[in-house]
């Protein structure tokens, strides 16, 4: 298993918000232990020169090999956190994303890798099963709240 700690410095990154049948798309995070931790949308680092929106086209295609179309402006959220005791960073921008027509339909999980080698498992979460206790977290914390909106309903 790899050991994943965060960057030691500010990392800018985009992630895609993909719903199916009321349900986000979420990538499994683990603990060093193998456990299940949390949660959290696919996407990943933008690079140098590089918009928020070809960074975010481009991870889903290095990641599952499709082509999506955002569909939203994004929100914006500072993450600053802690994975197995380092500190991580990052400025996300985070957009709703629609698939090509059946991409992954017969699928309840998706299994791709990562550039580094790491196996990753994603699935859809109802987020009414995130972010309660014996259950895994909605990383980053507070897009759960985000997502439901002040009336604590689906925005």
Do not use: C
């Amino acid at each position: 298993m790899t050991t994943w700690r965060p960057h030691p410095q500010i990392r800018v990154v985009a992630i895609g918000l993909h719903w199916r049948n009321g349900r986000l798309l979420a990538a499994e995070i683990r603990d060093d232990a193998g456990r299940i931790k949390g949660v959290r949308p696919l996407g990943g680092e933008i690079e140098f020169g590089e918009s928020w929106r070809t960074a975010l086209v481009r991870e889903f295609h290095e990641e599952l090999g499709i082509d999506v179309t955002i569909t939203s402006e994004p929100l914006m959220m500072e993450n600053i956190f802690v994975h197995e005791g380092t500190i991580g960073h990052e400025v996300m921008f985070i957009a709703e994303v629609t698939f090509p027509d059946g991409a992954f339909g017969g699928q309840d999980r998706i299994d791709f890798r990562e550039d580094s080698g790491e196996q990753i498992v994603a699935r859809w979460f109802d987020l009414a099963d995130l972010d309660v206790e014996g259950r895994p977290r909605l990383y980053p914390t507070g897009l759960k709240d985000a997502l439901l909106g002040p009336a604590g309903r689906p925005v």
